[in-house]
């Protein structure tokens, strides 16, 4: 039981370059969320996906796409990579519908925009 | 919009000491209050999570404590160890997808 993980785990990128981070969890969890924490500001949400099929926009969305490839997939893709997209990326997943809410986090992917 | 603060940033304790590290939050509508850790350069790992209707949680030399009514949460550490050194978040969740992190308590224990 592998829990969340996250490729790559570091990633160097230009301005202007695209990309896409892999997330998958093992956990049959129905719920899967995007995260970029930033010294200073904390966790934040990008995106969410309550379930299988369905995306929806958390607090800082811009500049990001998401993909909810089937239950265990969530992947996060910078179309246009910016220097303020330089940030460490978690994924995690909640078994949220069941009695525990309970948040699991993957490694973490450190992206870095030059 | 929620806020939630850690105090204090950092803390440096001597080995075996007890200690507390606290969390508060300016809104009381909450599903639940989450505890993580974090090492340096990781992902964050889950300690425990108090449901709203709860009042505390407890896994080992942990305890957690919740009181919405006035926005406070707690964490006691008891008989501190060296391997405890790292970086303690809680996170509110007001909704599906409301989630409000605490920007941490870095805890360094001296051997």
């Known amino acids: 039981n592998a829990g969340v993980t996250q490729t790559p785990k570091f990633q160097v990128l230009k301005t202007g370059q695209s990309m896409t981070l892999q997330c998958a969890q093992d956990m049959n969890h129905n719920s899967m969320y995007w995260y970029r924490q930033d010294p200073g500001m904390g966790l934040r949400l990008i995106y969410y996906?309550?379930?299988?099929?369905?995306?929806d926009k958390g607090e800082v969305p811009n500049g990001y796409n998401v993909s909810r490839l089937n239950k265990r997939e969530f992947s996060l893709r910078l179309e246009s990579a910016a220097p303020s997209q330089t940030s460490v990326y978690f994924c995690a997943s909640s078994p949220w519908g069941s009695s525990s809410y309970e948040q699991y986090f993957g490694p973490g992917t450190r992206l870095t925009v030059t | 919009k929620q806020e939630v603060t850690q105090i204090p940033a950092a803390l440096s304790v001597p080995e075996g000491e007890n200690l507390v590290l606290n969390c508060s939050f300016t809104d009381s509508a909450i599903y639940n209050l989450q505890w993580f850790r974090q090492d340096p350069g990781k992902g964050l790992t889950s300690l425990l999570l108090?449901?709203?209707?709860?009042r505390e949680q407890t896994s080992g030399r942990l305890n957690a404590s919740l009181d919405k009514s006035s926005g406070r949460s707690t964490l006691y550490i008891a008989a501190s160890q060296p391997g405890d050194s790292a970086t303690y978040l809680c996170?509110?969740?007001?909704?599906?997808?409301?989630?409000?992190f605490g920007s941490g308590t870095k805890l360094n224990v001296k051997p």
């Open positions: 108090i449901q709203s209707s709860q």
């Open positions: 996170a509110v969740q007001a909704n599906f997808n409301k989630f409000y």
């Open positions: 996906s309550a379930s299988e099929g369905t995306t």
